[in-house]
């Protein structure tokens, strides 16, 4: 499975993004897919995540202004993005895993994207 995202950029502080992630290959297999981010010297953390069914999760922090999404039919995944800060600066990532999210928790993502930057400005 491959992933590749898009839609990241240069935003203002208060502005949205849309994020995008194609996945090709066995994308038959997948089930939970994710969205993940890691700023600048921080750790990498979880932003929001859905299964093949459409349940999803979101990290505690970002709930009412991140819509985590998905298009099965055209094996994509979205994240929309709103009422950004410049804390949200950072490098995403689109993650898939053949696993449930709640085995993913434990056992991790199998499939990576490259990433996508936004950058939030002040």
């Known amino acids: 499975v491959q992933l590749v995202e898009s839609g990241g950029g240069l935003v203002q502080a208060g502005g949205s993004l849309s994020l995008s992630c194609a996945a090709s290959g066995s994308t038959f297999t997948i089930d939970a897919m994710a969205w993940y981010r890691q700023a600048p010297g921080k750790e990498r953390e979880l932003v929001a995540a859905i299964t093949s069914g459409g349940s999803t999760y979101y990290a505690d922090s970002l709930k009412g202004r991140f819509t985590i999404s998905r298009d099965n039919a055209n094996n994509a995944l979205y994240l929309q993005m709103n009422s950004l800060k410049p804390e949200d600066t950072a490098m995403y990532y689109c993650?898939?895993?053949?696993?449930?999210?709640?085995?993913?928790?434990?056992?991790?993502?199998?499939?990576w994207g490259k990433g996508t930057l936004v950058t939030v400005s002040a």
């Open positions: 993650a898939a895993s053949p696993r449930s999210f709640i085995a993913t928790i434990r056992w991790g993502m199998d499939y």
